[in-house]
């Protein structure tokens, strides 16, 4: 929980130079509003406004106590735009998707959904991790072969992370029991599934060409405001 | 009756043992189980793109030609669900719909194994074929998507068709509290410590209840229960012992079947006081 | 002769309507959508109309205006485009009455809830432009009628008797006769199962039972326990009303409370509810009675009959006062918090072990008889929420008397551990923050953020899980005890009764109050009035508030001794005697007499049913007639085209509601209010098409089933009648609470109706532009 935030509700009491002083407070230079609005306007964000931080959804949560903002803290941080804190935080990548806080919260907020929203966008703005590069392997192989082949899923993922080393034995004995097949299964023509991801890869694209005019136009009204 | 089939990609792999005693067991139920053609993975969670998510499920349901999609996988499961809801945007379907060589109407149902047997077939139907009633105490699991998000089938929070299933074949499955919480399957390879504290947790909750065997549905699942269960014993210096078994490898037992056939010599936990049980 | 000259020229000129159309601005709530101003020029040519635009004209000024245009002869009849008429046609019809005009002649057309509120700048204009002008077509033909007048019944049915029921028959008691009845066998409802009562701990059977005593002894008021409504007949003020009693086997009036039955009973069925229960009577559990007959022959008084029976009787009230309370919400449905199990308690059983009526002799205990030293309460359990799953709504009193519950326990031992989780600790109101601040003094734990999660382990104990969100911090306690505070839901058989008087209730289920701010005891049935938490969770203070206040308003209602009845009644000017509206009437309102159909006005409700029911068209309701509606519909859609929707009073309530909502939907829809929908017939809804509607819907609201039973019937026949116009037409049943299926519904339909218009459009313009090149 190291990069915690303080809130200050009295923004225009501080002057510039106490911005400067100190670092961890929420002034207007740290929201995001696109990001914001971006989120918002999805059908997982649309209820977003709503929540009455019950906390139902972090105490559901099975691994919460491991994240550096726990789920109801990142949809706080959603409200109030704080792209950088929430992309960059372990949150999103520790999350289960086990939907548990999703069936429970009391304005059908779905954090589960949040967290599937927020993975791709901190990809595209360069996020990496474990769990990125785990992702990044998983499609490369379904791309490729169509399914996930779990030896051919490890021996790959291995190469990028060799702490994973350290399972060779327990891989061993997974394929002593035959569970293990070291030919991947592959579907026949895969073309339709390259297809499949690479629309994908072109809407980004659109998007982020996009998305620099739409974010100062917001901006500026924000400030005429 | 008759389903089409979307095995999904452990089927192949680390679930081998869940799919012989699916074949097994629906042999004898004479339910004849079609496995679509040049299947696709869901992307199980994996695949960040929502669009191409969706996508990858939209092509399996589409081959499912009319009949209803049986998948024994819970997280297959609950993606093809996720996928028909989101078919319901109607720009997205046809956006994901130029992509795809047939298109897909947003109309196949999709049925996990556990469904179809307890509410297409009916447990009393089940119990037509029961040579070996259980007289052992077993741990209904459930897993977390089974039921989540879309609680089409069963309760999302406290479900009752395995415990049902479980009761029918002459067992007696414990009150577990844990029946829906996560195992930590879907973090094992890339957040190792947390994956097997969560499956600690359940473990200790499973041994307070002194059940035979843990009954499980979904390949992730078995996975994080069975195989790695000696990783939980060594992390945490605790002596667990705990069979888990597929409820397909449960039924078949009831059955009379052989184990071998069931594929429980697969397993990495050793089920023999489990058999000697059943067997007495 | 000039006299006589100018005599006639008057008369001339009264002949020529005067007609005042008064826009009112209301400060902005219509005139930032409408432009009155060009509504106001709309109507210029119509020499019978004058207009005036004013800000608030509910206010004494607005009042006074329209007061002395009437007064100065300026004058003769009124249209007045405001609110809705629920909201102010009895104030503007009180100036009516003040200068000797006939309060038919002063209608209101509803542009702020039905237009302003609930729809853009867009096609506003044109609608309510066709509105005022459908308003004054309606007003240039209507007849000044005089209501008719209807003795009262000076008597009065409290439903209830929990502490709003007994404070109401207890008001009432003093100058008029009251009937109270309770569903249980004991009167005290949930007042009688608390311990103390916040915020100043006085003791609840204490303050209550001299109350229930005094009911008793009251000579003015009947009391049945085990009762209830089984069937209500006849109208407002004077209602025929058959109550359900259901047995006892001990007569309450002969039984001395001795006891000696429940000494011989070998099976524990007879027993005292609780000792202080009145009536202070045994009664018999019969699921637990062996029929061995001992107590029979126990009783010294003679008192006990095992073979008694259900029993019927049937009262006439003029007025009925609805005091039917709460019940706690149903906790098993939260599955996550494994309710009930030992231990895990709701707050009314709770408070019930503390109570008059404890089973544990007023102790404390958890299930194996032990003091509980960890106790944790959980707020807003199935409140506040929006999934279907609970309730939207607070419950209001949780965390008011969790605080008590928690200071009852640190009291009984002070080092027990209280801890209360909630969300928002709510403590507004007289002396609350102080009670707050009271509690964390004894040193309670608050712990902001719900329970996600109990789990009840082998030993009794329950283990919690939750996120203290002060902190961002996960947290797993184990408590003796944990007591869910339930959302609290108006009891079970609330809706039966409410639609059986014709009182419509909000989609929180509980009754929905005249007016929310300024009427809040009274319904929309003038004879039904309501207190306590059967309109909203509160506390006993508020429930006791609304009980004195029901209590007056009924006083008040019946105190006049007279009723009036809208005099909107059917007229028979021809008939042949084939009695098919006599059949047609479900209220038995018209008979034939030598050959000739008759009415009786006291049954009549005003549904206009007979009117499509004559084969002659010879009925038609007092300005209601065909005519009357085709002039208006003219008028109305001779703006723009539009979706005519004819909605009965119930379903326009629920209109109204949408519009407080602010819920937006189409502007091309037109209500046509209509006494019931089962006034029209082809005639009109041909007539509607024939104008420019592009659509007619028929809404119903009234849940009177000899109405909506024919429903069906009625929207087949017109389908059919009015096919040949190729224009959709729907029917729907709204309650007065689904304003939002309301809004849904006009939306859909509208969009429909609006886009099969224009395909219409497009395709006439092509046959044109077809037959100009042919030409």
């Given at each position: 929980m190291s990069n915690k935030i303080y809130i200050f509700t009295n923004l225009h009491v501080f002057s510039c130079t106490m911005i400067e002083m100190i670092k961890n407070a929420i002034v207007p230079e740290s929201r995001d509003l696109a990001f914001r609005d971006r989120i918002l306007k999805t059908d997982v964000g649309k209820k977003i406004p709503t929540c009455i931080q019950c906390g139902i959804c972090a105490g559901s949560c099975p691994v919460s106590h491991e994240m550096d903002y726990t789920p109801r803290e990142l949809v706080r941080m959603v409200q109030l735009g704080l792209k950088k804190e929430i992309l960059n935080s372990n949150t999103i990548w520790i999350c289960t998707t086990c939907f548990s806080c999703s069936v429970r919260c009391p304005r059908e907020i779905r954090p589960t959904e949040l967290m599937e929203i927020l993975k791709p966008i901190a990809v595209a703005e360069g996020i990496k991790n474990k769990n990125s590069k785990f992702d990044r392997i998983f499609s490369d192989v379904v791309k490729k072969?169509?399914?996930?082949s779990e030896f051919l899923l490890i021996s790959k993922y291995s190469l990028e992370e060799p702490g994973m080393i350290k399972q060779a034995p327990f891989g061993l004995s997974l394929i002593f029991k035959g569970k293990l097949p070291l030919l991947p299964d592959k579907m026949e023509g895969t073309d339709e599934l390259k297809a499949i991801f690479e629309i994908k890869a072109s809407e980004t694209k659109e998007k982020e060409k996009k998305e620099p005019a739409e974010k100062t136009a917001e901006t500026e009204v924000e400030a005429g405001k | 009756m008759k389903y089409s089939y979307y095995p999904g990609c452990a089927q192949h792999g680390t679930a081998v043992d869940y799919s012989m005693s699916v074949k097994a067991v629906f042999q004898v139920l004479g339910i004849e189980l079609e496995e679509i053609k040049n299947w696709n993975c869901c992307g199980a969670l994996h695949v960040l793109d929502r669009t191409a998510r969706v996508a990858l499920s939209a092509r399996t349901l589409q081959s499912a030609k009319g009949l209803d999609l049986a998948t024994p996988c819970n997280l297959c499961y609950s993606n093809l669900m996720r996928a028909n809801t989101a078919y319901e945007d109607t720009s997205l379907k046809n956006r994901i719909n130029e992509l795809l060589v047939s298109k897909y109407d947003g109309s196949t149902k999709p049925k996990h194994l556990l469904e179809i047997i307890v509410k297409d077939l009916g447990l009393l139907k089940l119990a037509e074929h029961i040579k070996r009633p259980l007289k052992i105490r077993a741990v209904p699991y459930y897993g977390c998507l089974l039921t989540r998000p879309e609680n089409r089938f069963d309760s999302p929070e406290n479900p009752k068709s395995l415990d049902e299933l479980i009761s029918t074949l002459g067992a007696e499955p414990v009150k577990y509290y844990y029946k829906t919480k996560c195992c930590g399957g879907p973090i094992l390879i890339t957040n190792e410590d947390l994956a097997l504290s969560l499956a600690k947790d359940l473990f200790v909750m499973a041994k307070e209840t002194g059940a035979d065997c843990m009954v499980v549905t979904c390949p992730m699942c078995h996975l994080q229960l069975d195989a790695k269960q000696k990783a939980v014993e060594s992390k945490f210096n605790i002596k667990i012992d705990m069979p888990v078994i597929y409820f397909t490898q449960l039924i078949g037992l009831a059955f009379g079947l052989d184990h071998e056939e069931l594929g429980l010599k697969k397993h990495l936990v050793k089920v023999d006081a489990l058999l000697n049980k059943v067997v007495k | 002769m000039p006299e006589n000259g100018q005599e006639s020229g008057t008369q001339s000129e009264q002949a020529a309507k005067k007609i005042g159309v008064y826009l009112c601005r209301c400060g902005g709530n219509i005139s930032d959508e409408v432009d009155l101003q060009a509504v106001a020029d709309s109507l210029k040519e119509n020499k019978d109309v004058t207009v005036i635009i004013q800000d608030y004209l509910c206010s004494s000024q607005g009042q006074e205006k329209i007061k002395k245009d009437i007064e100065k002869g300026k004058v003769d009849r009124v249209v007045i485009g405001s609110c809705s008429p629920k909201m102010h046609l009895e104030t503007f019809r009180g100036i009516a009455r003040d200068t000797g005009l006939n309060q038919n002649l002063l209608e209101i057309t509803n542009i702020r809830e039905q237009a302003s509120w609930v729809h853009g700048k867009e096609g506003i204009d044109s609608k309510v432009k066709g509105l005022i002008k459908g308003a004054i077509a309606r007003m240039s033909s209507i007849e000044p009628l005089v209501p008719i007048e209807k003795k009262l019944v000076d008597r009065v049915l409290v439903v209830g008797g929990g502490i709003a029921g007994i404070t109401t028959a207890l008001e009432l008691a003093d100058g008029h006769e009251v009937i109270l009845i309770e569903k249980l066998p004991f009167l005290g409802g949930h007042m009688i199962g608390l311990s103390k009562t916040f915020p100043t701990l006085d003791c609840s059977q204490c303050i209550l039972t001299p109350k229930m005593v005094a009911v008793k002894n009251n000579q003015d008021i009947t009391l049945f326990t085990q009762t209830e409504v089984a069937e209500v007949q006849g109208s407002p003020g004077d209602y025929s009303i058959t109550l359900k009693h259901s047995p006892r086997y001990v007569d309450i009036h002969k039984c001395i409370s001795c006891g000696a039955c429940a000494k011989k009973c070998p099976a524990g069925a007879i027993f005292l509810p609780f000792a202080q229960a009145v009536p202070q009577a045994y009664m018999i559990d019969m699921s637990k009675?062996?029929?061995?007959g001992d107590c029979v022959k126990a009783c010294p008084r003679d008192a006990i009959d095992l073979e008694a029976k259900e029993m019927k009787s049937t009262i006439q009230v003029g007025s009925v006062a609805i005091a039917t309370g709460f019940e706690p919400f149903d906790l098993s449905v939260i599955e996550e918090y494994n309710y009930p199990a030992p231990n895990l308690l709701d707050a009314v059983e709770f408070e019930e072990m503390l109570s008059a009526k404890s089973k544990t002799g007023m102790r404390l205990q958890r299930a194996d008889g032990s003091f509980p030293d960890r106790v944790g309460f959980v707020l807003c359990a199935g409140s506040r929420d929006f999934t279907g799953r609970g309730k939207k709504y607070c419950s209001k009193v949780c965390c008011l008397y969790s605080q008590k519950q928690a200071q009852l326990i640190k009291k009984m031992k002070g080092d027990a551990e209280v801890w209360i989780f909630y969300i928002d600790m709510r403590s507004s109101g007289r002396r609350f923050e102080e009670f707050y601040h009271h509690t964390q003094e004894k040193g309670v734990n608050y712990v902001r953020g719900k329970i996600a999660e109990i789990i009840p382990k082998p030993d009794n104990t329950l283990m919690v899980q939750y996120e203290d969100t002060n902190l961002g911090l996960k947290g797993r306690e184990i408590f003796d005890m944990v007591v869910l505070c339930p959302a609290l839901i108006p009891s079970p058989g609330t809706k039966e009764l409410a639609d059986k008087l014709g009182v419509p209730l909000g989609d929180d289920g509980f009754i929905e109050e005249k007016h929310v701010k300024l009427d809040p005891v009274s319904t929309l049935n003038q004879a039904a009035f309501a207190a306590g938490c059967v309109l909203g969770p509160k506390d006993i203070h508020d429930t006791v508030t609304e009980g004195i206040s029901a209590a007056h308003k009924i006083s008040q209602f019946l105190g006049k001794g007279m009723i009036l009845i809208p005099p909107e009644k059917p007229v028979i000017f021809e008939c042949n005697g084939c009695g098919e509206s006599v059949k047609a009437c479900p209220y038995n309102a018209l008979s034939l007499e030598k050959g000739k159909a008759v009415l009786s006005p006291l049954a009549c409700t005003g549904c206009g049913i007979c009117v499509p029911a004559c084969p002659i068209k010879g009925i038609e309701i007092r300005n209601f007639s065909r005519n009357l509606y085709k002039a208006q519909l003219r008028a109305i859609l001779s703006e723009a085209p539009g979706v005519i929707v004819f909605i009965d009073p119930y379903a326009y309530a629920a209109a109204d509601i949408a519009g407080v909502n602010r819920k937006q939907y189409s502007s091309l829809v037109r209500f046509v209010s209509v006494p019931s929908i089962h006034i029209l017939d082809a005639d009109v809804v041909n007539a509607a098409f024939e104008y420019g509607a592009v659509g007619v819907m028929l809404i119903e609201g009234t849940t009177d089933e000899k109405l909506t039973s024919r429903s069906d019937e009625l929207y087949r026949k017109l389908k059919k009648e009015t096919r040949k116009h190729k224009k959709p037409l729907r029917y729907s049943h709204i309650e007065t609470a689904q304003y939002e299926k309301l809004t849904d519904l006009l939306n859909v339909f509208a969009l429909q109706a609006g886009a099969k218009a224009e395909k219409r459009g497009k395709k006439e313009q092509a046959e044109t532009a077809d037959d100009e090149i042919k030409e």
């Open positions: 072969t169509g399914r996930a | - | 009675c062996k029929q061995c």
